[in-house]
């Protein structure tokens, strides 16, 4: 499965962001990797962040797998971590840890982290089944 993006207007100026992360997305020959969300303009205000797991990853080899949503500075900025590995499908983590403003387009990146052994071996996944929405609301500041 590949990562999907959907884009929606809600009105008022905001834009909601869902971006699908499934086994085929996590295959670094690593324990944790960076899916990009999306690249927000400049001036974006983020409202909301928050995942939904829509099917608990399953794994022979990683016994932990977490999710948490920031930027490359601030990896948990919007979602501190949280167990993806485990329990029934959820609607999932839902937190903000301060909206801001920044000048500068900015891109939003899901990271993930497994526990036990690597995402994968660089070209197949150790996870053999899972999927995640990642949501992202957001609008964008106007000149005074």
């Known amino acids: 499965m590949a990562s999907e993006l959907i884009e929606?207007?809600?009105g008022y100026g905001l834009k909601h962001v869902v971006?699908?992360?499934g086994t085929a997305?996590?295959?670094a020959s690593a324990a944790a990797a960076n899916v990009n969300v999306a690249v927000l303009?400049?001036?974006?205000v983020v409202l909301s962040a928050w995942y939904d797991l829509v099917t608990v990853f399953t794994s022979a080899s990683i016994t932990g797998l977490t999710c948490?949503?920031?930027?490359s500075a601030d990896t948990d900025a919007y979602v501190t971590a949280g167990e993806l590995l485990s329990g029934p499908p959820t609607?999932?983590?839902r937190e903000i840890k301060g909206a801001w403003i920044d000048g500068d387009a900015r891109t939003v990146l899901a990271?993930?982290?497994?526990?036990?052994?690597n995402l994968g071996n660089g070209t197949a996944s150790n996870l053999t089944a899972g999927k995640?929405?990642?949501h992202v609301i957001y609008t964008v500041a106007k000149d005074a």
């Open 41 to 44: 303009p400049a001036k974006a």
């Open 111 to 117: 990271r993930f982290t497994a526990t036990g052994g």
């Open 91 to 93: 609607a999932g983590r």
């Open 68 to 71: 948490q949503v920031g930027v």
């Open 8 to 10: 929606k207007a809600l």
């Open 132 to 134: 995640v929405d990642i």
């Open 19 to 21: 971006w699908r992360v």
């Open 25 to 27: 997305d996590l295959v």
